[in-house]
């Protein structure tokens, strides 16, 4: 694990040539057995290097992006439907470019936009699509959507040609495991309505989590459930152990059998099926691989009468998961399972005596506390009442909901009109009830704990901590756990040091703009990015994950320039979890509790001075016009945040303030669009930096390639958001320093600027 830890650490993937390392360190190991160990280290970073070196090689040409391409595959998800249509991956087989046979990547992401069309697993067709390379947001706290895509195999993604002729080749390829989930979803959907938790069941059933809605994942964030929403190891566990059980006992019932083959062999044979099966079911996602191989290796014991002490099974299985695919160390989801499971094994020594109730809370207790530093390094939250939730509903999920939707399911697919509601009636209404209990937790104000994410030397002391914490209760010393976790929660991340000193941080939002203004004791927000979906926003997945991140507890102000989706459709999300003393926008009617901006508005805040210079008695004619502008100054330099006003709203600021709109930064207007960067307002403004708040190759062609020429001839220094990710600017006593963190903190898999 430490050989393919320090692979995942470099910014570019390191050549084969590591592999020679292996000689060496194979003749040490023969020579000296001590060295052993370092043959396993040199073997990750050579096996990572490897199956990540192919992955790589699987991408789509740059001279293609955008271009019609013609793709024949199959579809090889379970369409997710969103708000305009549908979105599944796609394998591809063959691929043309104006009839010419091309090579492009061999696993794409398709959306479609529309209703005619009806996507199946298992499907062949022939698409018009265009297609990008796979490009992410890159901030501070932000998820990784790269590395995610790159662990998945999935090289590009883009949409279907609607004027396009698209031509369903096959309905079915054969026999499809795929086609078996999506058929047995089908009927879920059918059989449990409308019901608001029947997406659950499904989840459970056959791990499609496409019916859960934003308020249950809410609900299983704030109470630390979510590890019982989908098939995981538990449930896999779960259902193996009631197998075994069954299976060994059936067996043994005659008594002559077991002279045959023993009991315990036969209930392996049949549990490992049983997990196959359902880890089958949830399409062999990566965590149920993970618990299936975990279950392969305890059954295999059985099976092979080799006893191991629980910490050598956990040991194989980290092994085995490692060589079956080393980027599963890229998933939180790889840290939380080994760790749960090392923390119970560890909470069972010495307890045989005490009661199952007791020793099923202990375990609770001790998952609590021995993941609180993981979690916060993942997340920067943790649940509070963690322990509470789950004293209730792992039994009621894992003892009746699950083997009742399991029942119910296997009903519906073998009498389709007969046995199935005798059990998905009492599964959902035991999941009814203790949904009220999560609910009621969740509602609770301290529910969840969210703070910055830790420094890694504080992590390590925290690890120190929570094992000191976990020793039996003979262990001297104990509450010295808790001295070790403290630089956990005391520390706090940097912030401008004195007053004068300004930080501005212009966030990857994609097609859209998202600042953040920092003094020694106040925080601005200028504009939160857009909305793509009724679950997914950039105040949600950008700002206030940075927020948290510089340790951010509160709000001062926050402005929205105006009502467009690339500057509004956060800020909902925004105010929601962030609490915010003022707000000021050109659409106030839009945003709860709301003021008006305008100009002549001014405040200073530990020695930097805020000036709107924008609208002009809100009656700009024109709606983009009618943006806040604010100009922000200190002694060591000044911002511009201009928003998308255009030319004419440039000329009157020029006409009126002139050179007092000077700055060292500018954020071009309107995402660098023709329509404005007038050569007086750069004239005026003098920048030496201008930064481009927009999208990858996004359909407005921004920033325009003539504002682009202009800003160059001028001699200013430009950045992008699209290709340098958060753009974190400090301005002080020693200058302007500048930092991309798609520079800084670019691995191997992420696009270079």
Known sequence: MLGVLLVQQ??????????????????????????????????????????????LQDHLPTELEGKNVVVEGIVASLPRTHDRGERFDFTVDKAWYQGRKIDIAHKIRLSYYGRQLRFRPGQRWRLTVRLKRIHGFMNPGGFDYEGYMFQRRIRARGY?????????????????????????GQRLRTRLGPHPLGGIIIALVNGDRSGLK???????????????????????????????????????????????????????????????????LAGFSIPTQRALIMLTIVLLGVIFHRRFVPSQYLALALLAVLLFDPLAVMSAGFWLSFSAVGIILFSLQGDEQRSRLWRFGKIQIFIAIGLLPLTLVLFQQASLIAPLANFVAVPVFTLIIVPLA????????????????????PALWALEYVWRYLEWLASMKHSLWTQHRPPMWSWICALIGVALLLMPRVWPGRWVG?????????????RPGHDGELWFSQLDVGQGLASVVRTRNHVLV????????????????????????????????????????????????????????????????????????????AWTWDGVHFQVLNPQNNRSPKHNNSSCVLLVRSRYGAVLLTGDIERQAEIRLVSEYGNRLRASILVAPHHGSKTSSSRSLIQAVRPGIVVFASGYRNRYRHPHHTVVARYKNTGIRMYWSSRHGALLFRIGAAGITVFSHRQRQGHYWHRKP
Request: proline fraction near 6%.
């Open 160 to 184: 279907l040609r609607n004027k396009s002729r698209q031509e369903l080749l096959q309905e079915n390829t054969g026999i499809s495991l795929l086609r078996l989930r999506y058929e047995l």
């Open 526 to 601: 200028f504009d939160t990015g857009p909305r793509f979906s009724a679950s997914f926003n950039t105040g949600d997945a950008v700002v206030l994950p940075f927020l948290w991140r510089q340790g951010v507890r509160k709000i001062d102000m926050l402005i929205i320039s105006h009502g467009d989706n690339d500057h509004i459709g956060g800020a909902h999300a925004v105010l929601k979890y962030m609490p915010t003393d003022r707000v000021l926008s050109s659409i106030p009617e839009e945003l709860p509790g709301a003021s008006t901006c305008q100009q002549g508005q």
């Open 406 to 425: 399991l029942l119910g399911a296997s009903a519906l697919l073998l009498f389709p009109d007969g046995l199935s509601p005798l059990f998905f009636d």
């Open 214 to 280: 934003p308020e249950h994942w809410n609900v299983m964030r704030r109470t630390g459930t979510n590890h019982l929403m989908a098939i995981s190891g538990l449930h896999i566990g779960l259902v193996a152990g009631l197998v075994f059980f069954v299976a060994s006992r059936l067996w043994a019932l005659p008594g002559r059998t077991v002279l045959i083959w023993p009991a315990a062999k036969v209930g392996a044979v049949c549990a490992l099926l049983a997990g196959l099966v359902y880890a089958a």
């Open 10 to 55: 470099a910014g570019e993937l390191p050549s084969l040539w590591w592999s020679l390392t292996l000689i060496p360190a194979l003749w040490l190991s023969y020579r000296y057995p001590r060295f052993l160990p370092l043959v396993f280290l040199f073997l990750g970073v050579v096996w990572t290097c490897f199956r990540a070196g192919i992955i």
């Open 482 to 494: 808790l001295v070790w976790l403290a630089p956990l929660f005391l520390l706090h991340p940097a």
